[in-house]
């Protein structure tokens, strides 16, 4: 509610201890913003769910930011991050965007919920008919209307215990998307969740989202982050999920955030027997980029899918790191993971996947390829394969490289020019990843964006 | 249309193509044969503008022009046409869009407009009947999953599409078996104008049963020792490429 609040606290706090270390006033600065946060809460600080954001904060300030003598962020400095004082936001901004600027974010869905800097944007919101039981809202009605589901399920999934953003996102856990689908119920149009980022200030937008589906309940959701502003925001976004017997979920998410924002996410799911978990992240915009997608197979004959692709231009760097913990037996897990990065961009991946000593018959397949654009932009590649079972099958591979010559030669040679050539083939390499998104409007949506972002890089 | 004047090509300092002389006309059908690494396919990149060759002596006009100084999709723009010998896979690519991006920068190039989405179709549908392929393969990635004679196909395929007035077929009898050869050289038979030429570089006489050229020349360690009629290819088949060695040798040997 009063940005100027916070800050003028923290300029206090900041004056009154000229010897603090980055970690004193980075507590000191999250501390009193969370102070604020209580005061805006309007009593209901003294709920079992505010504990948990307690307890949240507390282990946040034990963790502090990680720095890359942490093995998880070996390749990734938030010292950025860490740096930096974004304001939390209690409420809507006084301006919120026009429905017809994030109208091409509908994807065709008559489901849409909007966030404007992670506050439910009721207004740009709309709900189609949806089967009885299902229920769409914002966390923060959730909170009240759906106590009993909320106390099942929230921060359950989504650990916080060893990652200090988790934990960060959790004691500011105030609003995101609450989508419960009950027993048996398949929703058929996909339900789209925007995230838009508004606004000059540093702002920090810490969105929750919380997604149950029952046993053979079926569900596709889009989740997208978009901004109106080229400031230096932090999105640091935490969704869980958890998949009853049989239940079949899309995840797709569409990363656009400003080129100047830092943007931390996690995705952590939870599945039953015989569950089916897709996720598809394309990773598009952002200055510092870090992607957790953790999922647990905890009864047999799960199946996972994580895809995903970054685009890199300039000097972004976007980080992606999946676990698939294999818990129990019979379950297959795919992986595919792709890269294209120009300019001076970096990208890391680092794939995780546990084959517990119950998980026999275990198929996990994991694939990371980088397309290298330019000769100043990296990629760290890391699979990470823990075996603790003797009948399984468990592959792995990651390739660099450039553009082939001779499929660039072969396209010259009928006619096509070179420039030409480099964009077609680049695209086909991202395609690859795209075409898996079952939502048309969004795979439209992903050609047009990849496409301008390439060409895009090319003129930087 | 095509005259080529003591080409030398090395690869890495290594030369490969040690002086060699070819003219060809519009309306002629030349067989180019040897033995393995003889320069063959050497010679068919070199022409389609492969830049791994540097061209350390000679030179080569098409239609009167430098075709040395064009880059490979220039050539290509002007009707010369290579199939390769090993047709590369693009996945994500389909065939159709890659034809079709090819045909509109030719089309482009020769001052016509872009075929529409319709005009493009109708032309693929009936070029692909030329070499007996069903239009299941204008979705396909270009020549991924593709058996070797498929691929070969393919390139014919393109070949129709695009219409070149100077093609280069590398060893596209390879990998066929007979009723694919035969479809294949019907296709190119189909294809052959008065206004066009083609250069076939084989290995085997077996294609030059269903594509009769008009000469034959025998490439053996990069230049061209031998020309001939089409029976020049029957005796190689029946005697190999020694004799012609021996012969070449036997004339350079001062008296």
Sequence with gaps: ?460 | MLEIRNLHASVNGNEILSGVDLTVRAGEIHAIMGPNGSGKSTLAQVLAGRDAYEITEGEVLYEGKNLLEMDPEERAREGVFLAFQYPVEIPGVSNSYFLKSALNAIRKHRGLEDLDAIEFLQLVKQRLKLVDMDESFLQRPVNEGFSGGEKKRNEIFHMAVLEPKLAILDETDSGLDIDALRIVADGVNKLHRKDNAIVIVTHYQRLLNYIVPDFVHVLVDGRIMKSGSKELALQLEEKGYDWIKAEAEKSLTPA
């Design chain 1, 1 to 460: 509610m009063d940005q100027g609040g916070s800050r003028k606290i923290f300029d206090a706090c900041v004056r009154k201890e000229v010897g603090m270390s980055h970690q004193q006033k980075t507590n000191v600065w999250y501390q009193s913003s969370f102070e604020l946060f209580e005061k805006s809460l309007n009593g209901e600080a003294t709920t079992p769910l505010h504990a948990i954001r307690r307890g949240a904060l507390e282990r946040f300030h034990a963790l502090g930011f990680p720095t890359t003598k942490n093995e998880e962020w070996r390749f990734t400095n938030v010292a950025p991050i860490a740096k930096a004082a974004f304001t939390p936001t209690f409420g809507l901004p006084g301006h919120i965007p026009s429905a017809k600027e994030i109208e091409r974010f509908s994807f065709g869905t008559p489901h849409r919920l909007v966030f404007v800097n992670g506050h439910f944007a009721k207004d740009l919101s709309t709900v189609g008919k949806l089967s009885a039981g299902v229920a769409l809202t914002n966390l923060a009605t959730a909170f009240k209307q759906h106590r009993d589901l909320v106390d099942a399920h929230f921060s359950k999934y989504a650990p916080f215990d060893e990652n200090p953003f988790v934990a960060l996102n959790t004691a500011f856990a105030q609003d995101g998307a609450f989508i419960y689908v009950p027993e048996g119920c398949q929703v058929d149009d996909a339900i789209s969740l925007v995230f838009v980022a508004v606004g000059s200030e540093p702002f920090y937008i810490p969105p929750r989202n919380l997604i149950v589906l029952e046993e053979r309940a079926q569900l596709q959701i889009v989740e997208s982050f978009v901004t109106t502003t080229n400031a230096s925001y932090f999105t640091n976004v935490v969704s869980e999920i958890s998949l009853g017997r049989d239940a079949v979920l899309e995840h797709d998410k569409l990363q656009h955030e400003s080129l100047q924002a830092f943007h931390i996410a996690a995705i952590h799911v939870r599945q039953k027997e015989r569950s089916n978990f897709t996720s598809n992240s394309i990773a598009l915009g952002g200055s510092l980029v870090r992607n957790n997608v953790t999922t647990v197979l905890g009864a047999e004959w799960c199946e996972a899918t994580l895809n995903g692709l970054s685009v890199g231009t300039g000097t972004q760097l976007i980080d992606n790191h999946t676990t698939i913990d294999h818990a129990k037996p019979n379950c297959a897990s795919h992986e595919l993971y792709k890269a294209i990065l120009d300019g001076k961009s970096r990208g890391v991946f680092n794939g995780k996947i546990f084959v517990r000593t119950d998980a026999q018959k275990t198929d996990a397949k994991q694939t990371n390829m980088t397309l290298l654009l330019s000769d100043d932009a990296t990629i760290d590649t890391k699979p990470q394969l823990e075996i603790f079972a003797d009948d399984v099958k468990c592959t792995h591979g990651a390739t660099v490289g450039q553009l082939d010559e001779n499929q660039v030669f072969y396209l010259r040679s009928r006619g096509i020019d070179e420039k030409l050539a480099a964009d077609i083939l680049t695209f086909a390499f991202a395609s690859d990843v795209v075409n898996r998104v079952h939502v048309p409007a969004l795979r439209e949506q992903l050609e047009f964006l990849v496409h301008a972002k390439l060409n895009e890089g090319r003129k930087s």
